[in-house]
């Protein structure tokens, strides 16, 4: 993403260190999995590296297709495989997908006309 270039992934759990959360606040995460881009173990395992010591959960989302998409959806089993990796260490939640009929649930920024 273009802000990346101004705000980097590894300056991340610096900041949310930094911000006052109150007691009973978490902070989340949303992650996107996208088959052969961000879904492997070792993935998972980077993930609850960079959010290590932070009080925070987790919600995947498996990418929502639709037509002109390049990435592709995980299986069901990836999905689970990468969820227990992170619960291991972080409480983790996998989103259930909505909208997909009319390309509208997450993971979809795409216009179809």
């Not at 610096?14 to 959360?21: F, H, I, Q, S």
């Not at 996208?34 to 980077?46: E, I, K, M, P």
Request: hydrophobic fraction near 40%; charged fraction near 25%.
């Amino acid at each position: 993403m273009p802000i990346t270039r101004e705000y980097h992934l590894a300056d991340l759990p610096d900041a949310c260190r930094a911000y006052p959360l109150r007691n009973w606040e978490r902070f989340t995460f949303e992650y996107c999995l996208l088959v052969g881009v961000n879904d492997t173990d070792a993935d998972a395992r980077r993930v609850v590296r960079l959010l290590a010591r932070l009080k925070c959960t987790v919600n995947l989302i498996a990418l929502n297709p639709g037509p002109g998409i390049p990435y592709v959806t995980p299986e069901p089993e990836r999905v689970a495989a990468f969820q227990a990796i992170i619960r291991r260490s972080i409480p983790c939640f996998l989103r259930k997908p909505r909208g997909r009929d009319i390309y509208a649930a997450c993971g979809q920024l795409k216009r179809n006309s």
